[in-house]
């Protein structure tokens, strides 16, 4: 990915309601670590999990963007994103 040099180099979207600007082509889980403690959610338990693998495989990214539950390392930032971390998944 070549350096962001203009405006369309880069897409905006909020964070817990924070605004967040990213290269465009970036990760959702990009977006966490630009806007904010890089965390997604958190265990059961408690404890704070952030994205690890960054391909779809451990699921400790899981947070919901515009109201979904998704995988932040698998989504690309789009312009007006909603994402919130911190959200349990639903119990099946
Ligand atoms: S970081 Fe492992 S599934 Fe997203």
């Known amino acids: 990915m070549r350096t962001p040099r203009t405006a369309t ?3 905006h979207c909020s964070v817990d309601g924070r605004n967040v600007r990213v290269a465009a082509g970036s990760s959702v889980a990009a977006a966490l670590a630009c806007g904010g403690d890089g965390l997604a959610r958190t265990s059961v ?9 960054g391909m779809g495989i451990c699921q400790e990214c899981r947070l919901s963007v515009n109201g979904q539950m998704r995988l932040a390392c698998q989504i690309v930032c789009e312009n007006g994103m909603h994402i919130q971390t911190g959200i349990a998944a639903p119990t099946p």
Do not use: K
């Not at 338990?45 to 693998?53: E, V, W, Y």
């Open 45 to 53: 338990s408690g404890q704070p999990r952030a994205p690890l693998c």
């Open 9 to 11: 180099d880069w897409v």
